[in-house]
C-alpha cells in the first residue's frame, strides 16, 4: 500500500503556543487528505477534509480558525493547531487517497501534549 | 457512528481459533465499506474492503461479509496470531461523498491469548 508519514511523530508544547502537524503521501498523489483527531479508547474523529489547491472543509463543531489546514501540493497537508490548550492533547492521524479509489492510507499519527 | 464512553468492546481470543468482529452501520445508503486494523500508539492500517454490490470478499487470511439488510459487516480472522491483537475498526463511505469521507464504527478490541 501507499506510504504516509507524519511529523512530528510526538510533540509537547505550552498552552497558548501554536503546532504544526505536517502529513506527507510519499509514494503517490495524493488529492484529498484527511484530518482526524482520537481520543484514548475511541473511534476517529474526522475533523477535516482538504483537497490540494482548494480551502478545506471542516466537520461540524471543528473550529476552522483553530485548526489551520494548508494542502499546498498533492504531496503535503499540514495542520496548524492554533492557541493550544490542554483539551486539544489528543492523538491527531493524517490519511491520503488518490484520484482512482476511494481507500485512504493512514500516517503513523501524532501525539500533541499541551501542558 | 460516534464513539461513546471509555470502553472498547473487548474480544478474546485464543491463539488459533478464528476470531469474528461485527459491526453494525448507520447508512443504507451507505456504498463502500473498509476494515482497518490499529495498533497501540499508530494509524489505522487497511485490512479488507467491499463494496454494496458484494456480501462477501475474502483476502488472506481474512473474510469480510457485508449483510445490507440488517446494515451489518462482520470481519472473520482465521487461526488468530499474537500479532492480531489490535483494535479494529468498519468504516463506512456514503454515496453521495466523491470524496471518499469515511464514518468509523467504536471499534473492537481484539486480544489473543496464548
Known amino acids: 500500500g501507499a506510504v504516509v508519514s507524519q511529523h512530528p511523530s510526538w510533540v509537547i508544547c505550552k498552552s497558548g503556543t501554536s503546532v504544526k502537524i505536517e502529513c506527507r503521501s510519499l509514494d503517490f498523489q495524493a488529492t484529498t487528505m484527511f484530518w482526524y483527531r482520537q481520543f484514548p479508547k475511541q473511534s476517529l474523529m474526522l475533523m477535516a477534509t482538504s483537497n490540494e489547491g482548494s480551502k478545506a472543509t471542516y466537520e461540524q463543531g471543528v473550529e476552522k480558525d483553530k485548526f489551520l489546514i494548508n494542502h499546498a501540493s498533492l504531496t503535503l497537508s499540514t495542520l496548524t493547531v492554533t492557541s493550544a490548550h490542554p483539551e486539544d492533547s489528543s492523538f491527531y492521524i493524517c490519511?491520503?487517497?488518490?484520484?482512482?479509489?476511494?481507500?485512504?492510507?493512514f500516517g503513523p499519527g501524532t501525539r500533541l501534549t499541551v501542558t | 457512528g460516534e464513539s461513546v464512553g471509555l470502553h472498547l468492546p473487548t474480544l478474546s481470543v485464543q491463539e488459533g481459533d478464528n476470531s469474528i468482529i461485527n459491526c453494525a452501520y448507520s447508512?443504507?445508503?451507505?456504498?463502500?465499506f473498509i476494515w482497518y486494523k490499529q495498533e497501540s500508539g499508530k494509524g489505522p492500517q487497511f485490512i479488507i474492503d467491499?463494496?454494496?454490490?458484494?456480501d462477501k470478499r475474502q483476502g488472506q487470511r481474512v473474510t469480510v461479509l457485508l449483510n445490507k439488510t440488517v446494515k451489518h459487516l462482520s470481519l472473520q480472522i482465521a487461526a488468530t496470531q499474537p500479532g492480531d491483537s489490535a483494535v479494529y475498526f468498519c468504516?463506512?463511505?456514503?454515496?453521495?461523498?466523491?470524496?471518499?469521507?469515511?464514518?468509523f464504527g467504536a471499534g473492537t478490541q481484539v486480544v489473543v491469548t496464548p
Open positions: 468504516a463506512e463511505k456514503g454515496p453521495t461523498d466523491s470524496w471518499g469521507k469515511l464514518q
Open positions: 490519511s491520503a487517497s488518490g484520484a482512482l479509489s476511494y481507500e485512504q492510507y
Open positions: 467491499i463494496r454494496s454490490n458484494m
Open positions: 447508512n443504507s445508503a451507505s456504498d463502500y
